[in-house]
């Protein structure tokens, strides 16, 4: 073994190490540290690389690296996949930044909700829960199955895959399909 590769063998070792040792969970194989912010976490997260290239191509950074506290719907690079072919391309394209910008700001809302408290807001409200984001999107919640599910303005069901992933400025709630505010 060469010593490059003993090195690198050791750090991550003791990078998951520390991550279990933390009780830190991990986001495609990543560790989301609790005391990070939002986007530090999130480009460290593999499956969500076109999450963060949209939201630096929003100019979003700074503003999801603020002090929050919010709520991130976090889409996977394979939800993105599922739009129909070249919108991730086309929306990444400067003169697509308002519409950009609105479809990731709707996935953010301006309060820190763990699971709990989506699911005690899903029962108090008889089982379906309006969401408010910060782009102006009023989403629903449901319990479907024992899975939070959020459906966007367009009928289209996220599922949450991986709930509670705690940040310094909010909490991340992982889904499986981009919200749209309405007919793109």
């Known amino acids: 073994m060469s010593l490059k590769t003993l090195t690198a063998t050791l750090a991550a070792t003791l990078i998951a190490g520390t991550a279990l040792a933390q009780n830190v969970p991990t986001v495609g194989g990543a560790p989301m540290f609790p005391e990070r912010s939002i986007v530090e976490n999130a480009v460290n997260s593999p499956i969500h690389t076109t ?6 191509e929003a100019g979003l950074v700074d503003t999801l690296a603020g002090d929050g506290p919010f709520t991130v719907f976090a889409p996977t690079d394979d939800a993105f996949a599922d739009l129909p072919a ?3 391309e086309a929306l990444l ?3 697509n930044r308002d519409r950009l910008v609105e479809i990731l700001t709707c996935h953010v809302v301006a ?5 709990g408290d989506i699911v005690g807001m899903i029962n108090a409200s008889g089982g379906a829960h ?6 102006g999107c009023t989403f629903t919640a449901r319990m479907v199955n024992g899975r939070v599910m959020i459906e966007d303005e367009q009928g289209r069901m996220a599922t ?4 509670d992933v705690d940040q310094s400025n909010g909490v991340i709630h992982v889904i499986d399909t981009v919200l ?3 007919a793109m």
């Open 51 to 56: 999450l963060v290239a949209a939201v630096t």
């Open 130 to 135: 309006p969401i408010e984001t910060v782009g």
């Open 93 to 95: 394209e400067r003169r």
């Open 160 to 163: 949450v895959t991986q709930a």
């Open 180 to 182: 749209l505010p309405d």
């Open 111 to 115: 309060a820190e909700a763990f699971s």
């Open 86 to 88: 070249g919108s991730v």
